[in-house]
């Protein structure tokens, strides 16, 4: 009976730090996301590298960060999600061309939520992250994208102190290494993420929201060889070392 009741207890403490350690995640997002339940994704790997994740996602297609926030906060909306519940990251991702043509919509989009968060919630310790979009796989130059997308979104993550992740540039790494036909395979038309390349945004969140190497973690979904998981592990990771390595970006991966 007593060793029935350690072992009980044991199991007691272990779901009660467990649950203390959970990482509570929401993504106020459009398609890009949405796309492959990427929320799904993120909480089977977490959970196979031995982490306790659950991230939620509230999802406008197509819409921006500025049409989430001028909704409003009626039940169901993203202001009474954040408000209502408590997060430990909260991740803003905008729709896909804005932050590379309309920086000052973008800037703006960003602030409010910002603000909102840190000023009329109780997630103020909230880590909030930007998940960096990338270019399109049609554009006619997608290195001057590329390069525009980061330094715009480096710039709003610096002047509101929050977290970049820098999903964009993995995108980018595989052009630059492995050439075209390697980086249209991250696509499944002009924008939107294939599995492949959803499982590499996890990779590079789990980056960032752990500060630890992804590579070696067992769970891919189907639709990727083992081979090609490893290969996205070792993508998002790259990226992230290298990016540590220039000091006005290295800041904010770890905000």
Not at 82 to 88: A, G, I, L
Not at 95 to 123: H, L, M
Request: charged letters at 25%.
């Amino acid at each position: 009976m007593k060793r029935l009741l350690t072992i009980f207890g044991i199991f007691l403490l272990s779901f009660f730090v467990n649950a203390q350690n959970q990482e509570k995640i929401l993504s106020i997002n459009n398609s890009l996301i949405d796309y492959n339940n990427q929320a799904i994704m993120f909480d089977a790997f977490a959970a196979s590298a031995g982490k306790n994740a659950n991230w939620s996602m509230q999802t406008r297609l197509g819409m921006t960060l500025q049409f989430h926030y001028d909704e409003g906060d009626a039940e169901g909306n993203a202001k009474a999600v954040v408000k209502n519940n408590p997060w430990t990251h909260i991740v803003l991702q905008e729709q896909s061309s804005r932050p590379r043509i309309e920086y000052e919509a973008f800037d703006k989009g960003v602030k409010a939520w910002v603000k909102y968060i840190r000023k009329e919630t109780d997630n103020k310790k909230a880590r909030i992250i930007l998940a960096e979009n990338w270019a399109y796989v049609d554009s006619e130059n997608y290195e001057k994208d590329r390069r525009t997308l980061l330094e715009n979104y480096a710039k709003v993550a610096k002047k509101y102190k929050v977290s970049l992740c820098p999903i964009g540039e993995a995108y980018a790494l595989i052009y630059a290494s492995e050439g075209e036909a390697a980086k249209n395979e991250l696509y499944t038309d002009n924008r939107h993420p294939s599995v492949k390349a959803t499982y590499l945004a996890v990779c590079c969140e789990y980056c960032i929201i752990y500060n630890e190497s992804p590579i070696g973690v067992m769970w891919h979904p189907e639709g990727i060889c083992d081979k090609e998981a490893l290969h996205m592990q070792e993508i998002a990771w790259n990226t992230y070392q290298n990016l540590l390595k220039d000091k006005k970006i290295a800041k904010l991966l770890k905000k």
